[in-house]
Each structure stands twice: as structure tokens, then as C-alpha cells.
């Protein structure tokens, strides 16, 4: 079994897996991104069999045989489901046994479709199916995060797998890149009562020169400080620290925003760009309840898009500063005149 084992000096939690190296379809190994595709592809129609077995699917109901989405567990999962939580301290190191979820979502019955070419009724699926999996996984209490997030491209640690599909992790601790953004979110309400992103849009929206996208619900912007060039956030223009809240208006706004949003990435970026997206939502709280009374007013779920035209090199890991060439003023000008063209 895995191991989480947290640094006594950041904080930051890593995880030791090391039963993954010797499996097949590994996801995340730099040696598999390159590997060749294998011959059958285990998410297509008509592999199902070489999928463990299914957590749900959406499927046609008049025709059961087919399916729009459906999700399993990972081939080759980074946290096991089965077994006690065991937090243990070894003098001044903390770890736990590597208890969680690790699930995959395959977006599209159509092998190496993605979000530009999906209809949008398609893409609609897959966030209803990040909801239903977040609320399912939020019930048990082992599990502090969520985490729902997606490889595209070589570049991205993606594996040799191009069939479209997300990840879903349920943690036992909160990472640290969430916790930054939940402790800077509170220290902000603590200040003026205000949540720091409600303020960002409504700042982004006034001025108007790193809105890349505005819908009826949605604002899709390039952040003021982006660590990479063409960096992009999409937030619910409605105040709500939780993903699973998201209405159908909402799903529906969002997929038409993916699509547009997408298709310009590829126009600007080339067709062959790499990218994660990555889901910030809200932690679990079922564990802790009460101990963060204001998380509902000031943490705002949203969606990083990063795509991945630049390597990150020893200045970026040394320093944590990240060096972008392209302003973000400049990238979101380029984007809005593709997509409102
Ligand atoms: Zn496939
Ligand atoms: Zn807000
Ligand atoms: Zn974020």
C-alpha cells in the first residue's frame, strides 16, 4: 500500500507508490507519456472487460447497451479504497497509510474526441458526473479533498491512454496548493467580509482587460499573476464555495463555455497543445464540522486551465517564482478575439 508522508518543514504532503512503477497504463510516469498507445484502447466501446469494474455509467434509455460517461477505478491507483485511516506520528514525521479513491472518468464514448469537438450536451455529462462522484466520495469521512482533474497531451504527464478521460482522488489530508488557497480566501474575509474571488471577478469585469469570457454565469479570465502563459480560471459569477451546488442552468452555461473556450485554445496554442485542468473546490468537512465556520462565504469553487508550453525549470522549483513571457492582458486579448470573433 502507498504512503503519504508529509514534510515537517512545508507542510506539503507527498505520496510514496511504490507498487505503481511495475504496472501497465501508469499514469503520471514520464516513461509511459511517450510509450506507444497500446493496440486496444481499455476505454473505448467494446473494452469495457478490460476496465476494472464500473462505478456508474450514463448510458441511452432506450438502449442500454451504450453509454455516454461512465467511471471506474483507476488501473493502477495511487490510494487504495479498502482499510482503516491510519495517521501515525514517527517522532517529528507524520504519515498516513494510503487510503483513498482513485477513479477514472471517461468523457466520451468517441476515442480522441475532446472538449473542442464534444457536443455540448456531451460535455454537460461530465460535469454532472464530477458532481454525482464528489458527492458520493464527500459521504465518507476518510476523505478530507476531492480532487478532480485532467491530462491532456504529452506534455501534461498524461499516459499513453488518448481516449478523453479525468481523474478523481479522494485525499485523506488536504494538499497544500488548496490549503494556501483556503487560508488566503479566509484571511481576506477576515479583513473586509468579502470573498477574495467575488472581488477578483467583479474587479476583472470593471476594468475589462483579462476577461477572456463572460456568460450568463461564468467568468473565464486570465489571472493578474498567472505562473504560465495563457493560465485561465473559470469561475461561477454566483458566489458558492461548492462544486456539487452547481445548478443545471450552470452545467449547461459551463459546457458551452468549454467548448468556445477550448476551440480557441487550440486556434491560439495549436491543435497539439498540452494542458491539466484541475477542479477547486471546497475540502470535505464531515470530519471537522463547525471548525470552519466561514469556509461557505469565503472560498468560491472554480477551474484552472494550464497549458503547458513551457517546462518548469530549476528557478520555478528552487523559488517557487514562476517566469511567464506572455502578460496575461496580452493572452486574454488574443483569446476574446477568437472566441467573440
Ligand atoms: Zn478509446
Ligand atoms: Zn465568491
Ligand atoms: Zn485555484
Excluded at 229 to 253: C, G, M, N, V
Excluded at 294 to 303: L, S, Y
Aim: glycine share 4%; hydrophobic share 35%; with cysteine.
Amino acid at each position: 500500500m502507498s504512503e503519504l508522508r508529509k514534510d515537517p518543514i512545508t507542510n506539503s504532503w507527498i505520496i510514496i507508490a511504490s507498487e505503481r512503477s511495475k504496472r501497465p497504463f501508469d499514469h503520471n510516469q514520464l516513461e509511459n507519456s511517450a510509450a506507444a498507445e497500446p493496440v486496444k484502447c481499455p476505454f473505448c466501446v467494446g473494452s469495457e472487460n478490460m476496465t476494472p469494474n464500473e462505478i456508474f455509467s450514463y448510458r441511452p434509455p432506450d438502449d442500454k447497451t451504450k453509454w455516454w460517461v461512465r467511471g471506474f477505478p483507476a488501473l493502477s491507483p495511487i490510494l487504495k479504497i479498502e482499510g482503516e485511516l491510519d495517521q501515525r506520528g514517527f517522532g517529528i514525521y507524520d504519515t498516513v497509510n494510503g487510503i483513498g479513491a482513485h477513479e477514472i472518468i471517461v468523457e466520451s464514448p468517441k476515442h480522441g474526441e475532446d472538449f473542442s469537438e464534444m457536443d455540448t450536451n456531451q460535455i454537460e455529462k461530465v460535469f454532472w458526473a464530477y458532481r454525482d462522484r464528489i458527492i458520493d466520495l464527500k459521504r465518507d469521512k476518510r476523505f478530507r479533498y476531492i480532487m478532480i482533474f485532467k491530462n491532456h497531451g504529452p506534455q501534461s504527464g498524461a499516459s499513453n491512454i488518448k481516449h478523453p478521460h479525468s481523474q478523481v482522488i479522494a485525499l485523506p489530508a488536504t494538499p497544500k496548493k488548496i490549503k494556501e488557497e483556503l487560508d488566503g480566501a479566509k484571511f481576506h474575509y477576515g479583513l473586509k467580509e468579502r470573498c477574495i474571488f467575488c472581488d477578483v471577478i467583479s474587479q476583472e469585469i470593471q476594468i475589462d482587460e483579462r476577461i477572456i469570457m463572460k456568460t450568463e454565469h461564468f467568468a473565464v479570465l486570465a489571472p493578474w499573476a498567472p505562473r504560465f502563459p495563457y493560465e485561465t480560471w473559470i469561475l461561477p459569477l454566483k458566489h458558492s464555495h461548492d462544486f456539487t451546488s452547481i445548478s443545471k442552468e450552470q452545467i449547461i452555461d459551463l459546457s458551452f463555455v468549454y467548448k468556445k473556450f477550448f476551440k480557441a485554445l487550440y486556434k491560439v496554442l495549436g491543435e497539439d497543445i498540452s494542458y491539466n485542468m484541475i477542479l477547486h473546490d471546497a475540502p470535505n468537512l464531515l470530519r471537522r464540522e463547525g471548525y470552519w465556520k466561514t469556509i461557505e462565504d469565503d472560498f468560491h469553487w472554480h477551474i484552472e486551465v494550464i497549458p503547458r508550453v513551457t517546462r518548469i525549470a530549476g528557478f520555478e522549483w528552487g523559488t517557487g517564482f514562476y517566469i511567464n513571457s506572455i502578460p496575461p492582458e496580452h493572452a486574454a486579448k488574443e483569446m476574446k478575439k477568437i472566441i467573440y470573433q
